[in-house]
């Protein structure tokens, strides 16, 4: 077995992007891309998210939030609203027809997880989560000198 085959750094990248992958063939099933999925799952958890918010998120240009989001927007899936503090800043929420893709994609992530993590304990489950965290929390406060407060987004 090549060293590469168990190294950390590598088998991160390899298990998201095969996982991406993944997910990018079932969303296509729904008329999604993947980014579309991210942002309405994102939406689901964190409403009302400025599309500056958005992207920095999805770790892409503002501009192409908005494309995403003018998509999402025609759909009906999901609208801009004002923010009632700043009205240069269009807030993102879903709208009711948003809720069946919703319904799907969290099923599809508890299969997923359910298929990927079969035969794993939970006890090992509760430790790659853990250090999991522990490197995120570092590296997001390499990235912004804060400690992150809660884990998992």
């Avoid at 750094?9 to 991406?20: E, F, G, S, T």
């Avoid at 998210?49 to 998120?57: C, F, G, R, T, V």
Wanted: charged share 30%.
């Amino acid at each position: 077995m090549n060293h590469f085959d168990r190294d950390l750094q590598i088998l991160l990248h390899d298990v998201a992007r095969m996982q991406r992958t993944r997910f990018d063939r079932w969303a296509r099933t729904y008329g999604l891309t993947r980014a579309q999925g991210v942002i309405l799952a994102r939406l689901h958890r964190q409403p009302g998210l400025s599309q500056i918010e958005m992207a920095a998120i999805c770790e892409v240009e503002p501009i192409t939030v908005g494309r995403l989001v003018d998509r999402l927007e025609a759909r009906g899936l999901i609208e801009r609203r004002p923010d009632p503090t700043d009205r240069r800043i269009r807030r993102l929420h879903l709208m009711p027809a948003s809720e069946p893709l919703i319904a799907r994609i969290e099923a599809y992530r508890n299969d997923q997880s359910e298929y990927l993590l079969s035969g794993v304990t939970a006890a090992q489950r509760e430790t790659v989560v853990n250090v999991l965290l522990q490197m995120k929390n570092k590296l997001t406060m390499e990235a912004t000198g804060e400690e992150l407060v809660v884990g998992g987004e």
